[in-house]
C-alpha cells in the first residue's frame, strides 16, 4: 500500500529565516506530487505541482519554491520566510493518468507540516 | 468565476442520526468529484469519489450523489458516530482545469 510521509511534524520560525518541508511517498512509482497551504478554518490553496522528476509547476507567485530532487520526494523551501507564511502546509499524491497533467485523480494527503512564523 | 461552495460552514447532528452535507459547484464541466474528511490537525484523508457518469455511489455508511442538473453533490453518513466529527470538503475536477478546486468545508459536529 502507498504512504505519504512529511516532516518535520511542526515547526516554529522567525521571519526572514530559510525554510525546508520535506515529503516522501512509498509504495507508487512516478506520483504526481502536489504541495497546498490551509490557513487557519480555511480551504486548500495549491502552491505547486509536479508530474516528474525536476518538473515544478507554481501556482501562486510568492517566495517559496519547490523541488523535485528524486521520483518520490518533494520539496518546499523558501530563502526568507514571511509572517504570512504560517499554515498548515500539506503534501499530496495522485497516480499519473497519462493524460498529461495528472489531475483528474484522487489526490491522497499526508499528515501536515503546522509552521509559524514570528 | 468558476467555484465549489458549500450551503452549510457548520453541521451539528445527534449521535445516530443521519447527516447530509452539501455541495454546490457551478462548472458544468467537471466530471470527477471528491470527499474528503479532515479532523484537527490531520491531513484530509479520502472518503468516497464519483464520477459524472454516476449519480449515485456508496460506500461503508456514506453515500455520495451527484446531480448535474442543478450542480450539486451531497455526502450522507448514515448513524453518525463521534469520530464523525470533522470538517468536509469537497473537490471537483474536469478536463479543463488541470487541478482539483476544493470548496470552503463544513464542520459537522456529533453531538453525544
Known amino acids: 500500500s502507498q504512504t505519504i510521509h512529511q516532516w518535520p511534524a511542526t515547526l516554529v520560525q522567525p521571519v526572514g529565516s530559510p525554510l525546508s518541508l520535506e515529503c516522501t511517498v512509498e509504495g507508487t512509482s512516478n506520483p504526481n506530487l502536489y504541495w497546498y497551504r490551509q490557513a487557519a478554518g480555511r480551504g486548500l490553496q495549491l502552491l505547486f505541482y509536479?508530474?516528474?522528476?525536476?518538473?515544478i509547476s507554481s501556482e501562486v507567485p510568492q517566495n517559496l519554491s519547490a523541488s523535485r530532487p528524486q521520483d518520490r520526494q518533494f520539496i518546499l523551501s523558501s530563502k526568507k520566510l514571511l509572517l504570512s507564511d504560517s499554515g498548515f502546509y500539506l503534501c499530496?499524491?495522485?497516480?499519473?493518468?497519462?493524460?498529461?497533467?495528472?489531475?483528474?485523480?484522487?489526490?491522497?494527503f499526508g499528515p501536515g507540516t503546522r509552521l509559524l512564523v514570528l | 468565476g468558476e467555484s465549489v461552495g458549500l450551503h452549510l460552514p457548520t453541521l451539528s447532528v445527534q449521535e445516530g442520526d443521519n447527516s447530509i452535507i452539501n455541495c454546490a459547484y457551478s462548472n458544468s464541466a467537471s466530471d470527477y468529484f471528491i470527499w474528503y474528511k479532515q479532523e484537527s490537525g490531520k491531513g484530509p484523508q479520502f472518503i468516497i469519489d464519483?464520477?459524472?457518469?454516476?449519480d449515485k455511489r456508496q460506500g461503508q455508511r456514506v453515500t455520495v450523489l451527484l446531480n448535474k442538473t442543478v450542480k450539486h453533490l451531497s455526502l450522507q453518513i448514515a448513524a453518525t458516530q463521534p469520530g464523525d466529527s470533522a470538517v468536509y470538503f469537497c473537490a471537483e475536477d474536469s478536463p479543463l482545469n488541470e487541478k482539483l478546486t476544493f470548496g470552503t468545508g463544513t464542520r459537522l459536529t456529533i453531538i453525544p
Open positions: 499530496a499524491w495522485s497516480r499519473t493518468t497519462g493524460t498529461g497533467g495528472g489531475h483528474r485523480e484522487t489526490q491522497y
Open positions: 509536479s508530474v516528474g522528476i525536476g518538473q
Open positions: 464519483i464520477r459524472s457518469n454516476m
